[in-house]
Each structure stands twice: as C-alpha cells, then as structure tokens.
C-alpha cells in the first residue's frame, strides 16, 4: 500500500512495460489512442480493425516513434476472423496479457419502433456478440498462459436508459452482463474482466451521431455531463492504461464509469 501511494504522490505513469496487449477497434478513436498511449509506455501492442489503411496508420506512427505496434485487419463479427487475429497477436507477442475490446459501431437515433432488422440486428453482431467472440478467444489464449485481464469498452448506456439508441443500449447492457459473469467464472484460473463505461467521448463514432441530430439535441449531449462538455480519448486512455498495469490487480467484475459525472 505504501508503495503504491509513493508511486501515485511522485507521478509515475501506470507501468506497463513487457506487457503483451491486443486491442480491437484500434484504428481510431479510443482504441488508436489507447494503442499510442500503452505502445509508448513499453507495451507491446497488438491492433485489430476493419479500416485497414488507418489502422496500419497508427502502427506506423508507433512504430516511427520507436514502439511496438503491429495491426492487422479483422472483422470481430466473425469467429474465424477472430480466432485468426487471436492466433496473429500469439505469435506475434508470445502470448497475452492484456485484451482490450473495443470494437464498435454507433447507432443513429431513433425511435425504437422505427429500428429496421438490419439495424438492429448488425448493433447486436458488431457491439454484443464481437465482444463475445473476442472474450472467447482471450480466455482460450489466457487460460493456459497463467491468466490475464479482459478490458471491454462498454458505455454509460449500459448501465442507465438511453433514448433513441435501444440497439446500441442493449448491446452494451449485454456486454455488461457477460463481463460480470466471466468475472465470476474465470478469476479461478487468474483471468480478470472488467468494463469501461465512458458517457459521450469526442471521438470520429460520436461525432458522427451528433452529425444526426439537430443542434438542440448537440448541445443536450455535450451538456448532459456536469462538466459540461465531451469527455476526450485521451482521458478515457489513461484509464485504459491504469487497468493495463498490476496496479487494478484486485478490480474483476467492475464498471469502470468514466462519464464527467453523469450518473452521480
């Protein structure tokens, strides 16, 4: 304990250094800057999305600033798509400590009666379901290499109601429920899962939901916080990072909530 309060009073960023991570949805966004950010403190990263040429952007911007990043293009809806980046980033890293799921797509609002199919059913695949895929394949790489953290990126819908996004709000109420039952399930064989719950976050998905509302609706969002404003990806990052570290070692099954105040 008093190690720990050292650390925090002198400054250190949260170490992370030799450690093996993947992140989905690492392209942009959060995932991009959680990549720079932990490639940057000495771990070695691994980045998987569907938007090839920016994801192989991000790398090169790891990479020519001296850091371990490598991508490769993956589309988590599918489980041999999956299990093939799973088995990239083994060989690539020698195993993993650290999965971040991240991928996702936004929802645009409507009413929930107005929801196509395809819609709903593509929120679900992509935001629920490619969580799933990805926390099978950590926990299959994990389990035989001493244990390890699984990080989803869930939201703030997840744990409150959410107008006019019912799929994306679902979704992520279910990834909710699957990162507290595999918390349970697999904290006997030292793998840990936990969830980051960030409210709106000025990133390209944001925005581009905002871009479908009209500007009262823009400025309720950005006001919804007590703060006042959007949250910023670096502030989410360094959370992300913080739970990389052995520093969250007794956090499993928690909402990490990152929303500026909003459910306080």
């Given at each position: 304990?008093?190690?720990?309060?050292?650390?925090?009073?002198?400054?250190?960023?949260?170490?992370?250094t030799?450690?093996?991570?993947?992140?989905?949805?690492?392209?942009s966004?959060?995932?991009?800057?959680?990549?720079?950010?932990?490639?940057?403190?000495?771990?070695?990263?691994?980045?998987?999305?569907?938007?090839?040429?920016?994801?192989?952007?991000?790398a090169?911007?790891?990479?020519?600033a001296?850091?371990?990043i490598?991508f490769?293009?993956?589309?988590?809806?599918?489980?041999?798509?999956?299990?093939?980046?799973?088995a990239?980033?083994m060989?690539?890293?020698?195993?993993?400590?650290?999965?971040?799921?991240?991928?996702?797509?936004?929802?645009?609002?409507a009413?929930?009666?107005?929801?196509?199919?395809?819609?709903?059913?593509?929120?679900?695949?992509?935001?629920?379901?490619?969580?799933?895929?990805?926390?099978?394949?950590?926990?299959?790489?994990?389990?035989?290499?001493?244990?390890?953290?699984?990080?989803?990126v869930?939201?703030?819908?997840?744990?409150?109601?959410?107008?006019?996004?019912?799929?994306?709000?679902?979704?992520?109420?279910?990834?909710?429920?699957?990162?507290?039952?595999?918390?349970?399930?697999?904290?006997r064989?030292?793998?840990?899962?936990?969830?980051?719950?960030?409210s709106?976050?000025?990133t390209?998905?944001?925005?581009?939901?905002?871009?479908?509302?009209?500007?009262?609706?823009?400025?309720?969002?950005i006001?919804?916080?007590?703060?006042?404003?959007?949250?910023?990806?670096?502030?989410?990052?360094?959370?992300?990072?913080?739970?990389?570290?052995?520093?969250?070692?007794f956090m499993?099954?928690?909402?990490?909530t990152?929303?500026?105040?909003?459910?306080?």
């Amino acid at each position: 304990m008093t190690q720990n309060l050292k650390g925090i009073a002198s400054g250190i960023a949260s170490d992370v250094t030799g450690k093996r991570i993947l992140i989905t949805g690492g392209a942009s966004g959060i995932g991009a800057a959680s990549a720079l950010l932990l490639a940057t403190r000495g771990a070695k990263v691994v980045i998987g999305d569907m938007a090839e040429e920016m994801g192989e952007a991000v790398a090169k911007q790891g990479q020519d600033a001296g850091n371990s990043i490598v991508f490769k293009k993956v589309d988590v809806t599918s489980g041999d798509e999956v299990r093939a980046l799973f088995a990239f980033a083994m060989e690539a890293l020698g195993g993993l400590d650290v999965v971040i799921n991240n991928a996702g797509i936004d929802h645009k609002p409507a009413p929930m009666h107005e929801l196509s199919d395809e819609d709903f059913d593509r929120n679900i695949a992509v935001n629920l379901k490619g969580i799933w895929h990805c926390m099978r394949a950590a926990i299959g790489c994990m389990a035989t290499n001493g244990g390890g953290h699984v990080i989803n990126v869930a939201s703030i819908a997840g744990l409150r109601s959410a107008p006019l996004i019912s799929a994306y709000s679902a979704a992520k109420h279910g990834v909710m429920g699957l990162t507290k039952s595999a918390a349970h399930e697999y904290a006997r064989v030292n793998i840990r899962f936990n969830a980051v719950c960030p409210s709106f976050i000025d990133t390209p998905m944001v925005r581009h939901t905002m871009a479908n509302m009209n500007e009262r609706a823009q400025q309720a969002t950005i006001k919804a916080s007590p703060l006042r404003r959007l949250g910023e990806v670096d502030e989410v990052s360094g959370a992300i990072a913080w739970l990389a570290s052995d520093e969250s070692s007794f956090m499993n099954g928690h909402a990490f909530t990152l929303d500026g105040g909003m459910l306080a």
